[in-house]
T-cell receptor, first 115, second 114 residues
Framework: GDSVTQTEGLVTLTEGLPVMLNCTYQ???????LFWYVQHLNESPRLLLK?????KRTEHQGFHATLHKSSSSFHLQKSSAQLSDSALYYC?????????????FGIGTRVLVRP | EAAVTQSPRSKVAVTGGKVTLSCHQT?????MYWYRQDTGHGLRLIHY???????EKGDIPDGYKASRPSQENFSLILELASLSQTAVYFC?????????????FGKGTRLTVV
């Protein structure tokens, strides 16, 4: 079945520095949808950005990601981290066999931004 | 703003007891989901439903049942709670526009089985 692999554990960085969270996926489907969801402390996960188009950069709230089907990757990046970016980040893959949106999530990467 | 409301927000249950987690959405969405969140496993799909009175198994359905009595309501039932079911449970909903559609999550229920 589908699977998503993310940067594991905790990523700690200093405010103002760039951040990149790795995400790779496996699926038999040639046209997957990839998503990044963000979950702040004591909140629910919410959509950060999504992509379907190969080699096209998608951006939202200062974050960006590019889907590369050749390497099955969808890494999340931001040029300058803010304290408010401290959160749990999930990469997710959409299940092509569902008319709704059954998502396969990675294990999540926790980001802590320090002053 | 899309709204998915879960109750209770936290619960302590006894091993072997029955637990019911409830979810109500006002999004007018056809699809509803129950996910389980555990450190080291991320979010995993337990059950989902695309229409009232019908439920489908997700990736980890063992030990769980689901009920969708109406479009707005979706319950998760643990008939015999076990220690391994201690986790945070998220209900979610989405429309039926397919793979591109955003999934909206509730605030979660923290279940502790003792």
């Amino acid at each position: 079945g589908d699977s998503v692999t993310q940067t594991e554990g905790l990523v700690t960085l200093t405010e103002g520095l760039p951040v990149m969270l790795n995400c790779t996926y496996q699926t038999i489907y040639s046209n997957p949808f990839l998503f990044w969801y963000v979950q702040h402390l004591n909140e629910s996960p919410r959509l950060l950005l999504k992509s379907f188009t190969d080699n096209k950069r998608t951006e939202h709230q200062g974050f960006h990601a590019t889907l590369h089907k050749s390497s099955s990757s969808f890494h999340l990046q931001k040029s300058s981290a803010q304290l408010s970016d401290s959160a749990l980040y999930y990469c997710a893959l959409s299940d092509v066999n569902s008319a709704g949106n059954k998502l396969t999530f990675g294990i999540g990467t926790r980001v802590l931004v320090r002053p | 703003e899309a709204a998915v409301t879960q109750s209770p927000r936290s619960k302590v249950a006894v091993t072997g007891g029955k637990v019911t987690l409830s979810c109500h959405q006002t999004n007018n969405h056809d699809y509803m989901y129950w996910y389980r969140q555990d450190t080291g496993h991320g979010l995993r799909l337990i059950h989902y439903s695309y229409v009232a009175d019908s439920t489908e198994k997700g990736d980890i359905p063992d030990g769980y049942k689901a009920s969708r009595p109406s479009q707005e309501n979706f319950s998760l039932i643990l008939e015999l709670a076990s220690l391994s079911q201690t986790a945070v449970y998220f209900c979610a909903s989405s429309d039926d526009r397919g793979m591109n559609t955003e999934v909206f999550f509730g605030k979660g229920t923290r279940l502790t089985v003792v």
